[in-house]
């Protein structure tokens, strides 16, 4: 349901609810304050009538009294003339109104004084029953003092039926119209209110990879909208953040790449400028050879770099003895280069080699020989790589540390990222492709560990390999 | 002509300088980071400079602003694998003065660089003409009059350069700075005794002079001698 239906449904209930509850109201209190007014009248006229019957009454035995209909000219009345009755303590019917051609059963002596609706002869009539308190003045009787009885007296309440009906038509009808108005209100409101929403979808839907720099201005926005729009500027700042590592990316694969194919095609072209020698020309396809296996070892680490998963990885396991005797073999594959620039390799071992760890053989030979590697090259000319495993109960790290000059503080942000070398030319004379952390940390989340880098004290880098470890016994 | 190269890719600075050197008007200095190629930019004469961008040290643009600074008129190629239409522009406006992106052709880079030298020197037309002497440099071919040879590539070398300076005086250092790279150790009477090579070449069958010795200052390479006290 769209938000502009529901807000026009629930605004619409609301008015609704309201609408009934006051035409409830309404009704109810006009109905009660109606009902007084007959009420009042009724005991008016059975007051008038009680004054009457004391007036006229002689004695207690008496039968009947003298009652003249002039007197009150109501009981003459031919159309919907009043009832009244009179009845006595005993029992006994004092005197009923002509127009009651016979006492309704219900109509007996009381004490209380109430009142009742009832029907007669297809007529609707309210009376009430008004129970009257005579006192005799001592010299009338020598008994009692005071004489009992009670009116009973009833209008006819067609008037007032008409009336109440006419007043719920009324409040009906009105609420009936109200309703109809609400909903247009309420559907002019839900647009209104949802025009500020629309115009920000409309803003948003000019946004598109060329212009990401696109910011909602939270000035022009109503305040509770505020909130959206900032969260959208959110969005936009990291998706444009994205799009520029990417974009970034891009440019420096296509730098990577043109590099190698640049020598390939300058060695091949100033061959060409000189007359064929086979010796020289020997030489030359043996340099294009090397060439062109850089240039597939290139390509296969960009593609590993942004490789997002690999299934083969995930769940690999290996026994930490295996591990550590692996890791010594990667180091044994260094010493040649290691004692050319001066630099020592000092491995320890793990406390125990009980237990398994949650990689797999490529994964370490790719992360250990890309940690050493960077140890021995950036390291300076004398080096020590300090190679340590430690466990605890859930994982297993391998520090690697040297004791050269360390990283920079502006690389340490972005030390794993793909072609972030120790300076800037990109240079594969100096060594390295500026890949090899990129992948290696890659390597090591893959299979649920972390790769990360600290100074190390006393000076020099510390990279810490954590892997997920389980002990035999689990 | 003296060129120098500034690319940390050794293999690749070297083809270019192999390329380059195939023609007998090059001899060729090559730098592999950005402070060694800076300072060689500007204590040494070079007649074209191929930078790169992505330099160790110093970086390409920065070596650019350098070297305009000094006022220097040096022709500049830019050469590097960032050639977006943004990374031209810059360059362009640095002061170089042509853009070459990686991987280009070896014949494009050497037909360009050509270029760049004729028109510093004011001479666009490849075929250098002085008098009856014509310099075709492209194929290295000298004609004078109805005779044509081909010349060691140090006398062609020492020929073209005098007639891209043609009607100038040109100093025996200036010859030493700009005929050979910085691997040869200068002896200034190497000079003489390839002019007066090249003189005896270019006036075989009774031609008149045209390298003119100016006593103190240098030569001149002209159809006329010219006036002086000495004459």
Redesign the interface.
Known sequence: MSLRLRITVLFLLAQLSLLVAFSTGTFLFTYRRLIKSFDQSLIANSEALASLVKDHINDENSNGFAFSYEVMPRFSRRKEPDLFAILLPDGRLLQKSKSMPYLPDFIIYTKDRRFQNFHLDEEHYRGVFFPVTHEISPQETSSDKERQFTIFFATNREDLDDDLADILEFIIGSAILMAFLSTGVAFWVARKSLKPLYHLADEASNIDAENLDFRFVLGTLPTDIQALGSAFNDVLFRIEEGFKREQNFT?DA??EL??P???I???I??AL??PPDQQQDRKTLE?LNE?VNRLEELIEALLLSIRTSSEENEGAVMPVQEFCSEIEEVISTFPLTVDKSGTSIHFQGPDSTSGYVYTNNLSLRQIMTNLISNAVRHGGKTTNVYLSISQSEDKLSVMVEDDGPGVPAELKQQLFQRFVRG????????GGLGLGLSISRISAEQCGGTLSYQDREGGGSCFIWESKYRNESQ | MRILIIE?????AN??K??LG?FPSFVVDVCH?GIDGQHQALTSEYDLLILDL???GI?GLDILKAIRATGSRLPVLILT??N?KEDIIRGLDYGCDDYLG??????ELLARAKALIRRSHNQPDPILRIDDLEIDTRSHLVKRGEQEFLLPALEYRLLEYLAYHKGQIVTKTDLLEHLYDYNWERFSNVIEVYISGLRKKLEKSGARRLIHTIRGQGYILSPDPPQTSHQ
Do not use: W, Y
């Not at chain 1, 300076?423 to 100096?430: G, L, M, V």
């Not at chain 2, 940390?8 to 690749?12: A, K, M, S, T, V």
């Not at chain 2, 990686?102 to 014949?107: R, S, V």
């Open positions: 440019d296509a730098h043109r590099t194919v640049t020598i095609k300058s060695t072209q100033s400028l000189f340099e060439d300076d800037k030319s990109r240079t594969r004379s100096t | 940390d890719e050794i293999r690749l083809n270019i192999k390329g195939s980071d992505m330099l160790p970086g694998a960032k977006t990686k991987p280009f052709d070896m014949g």
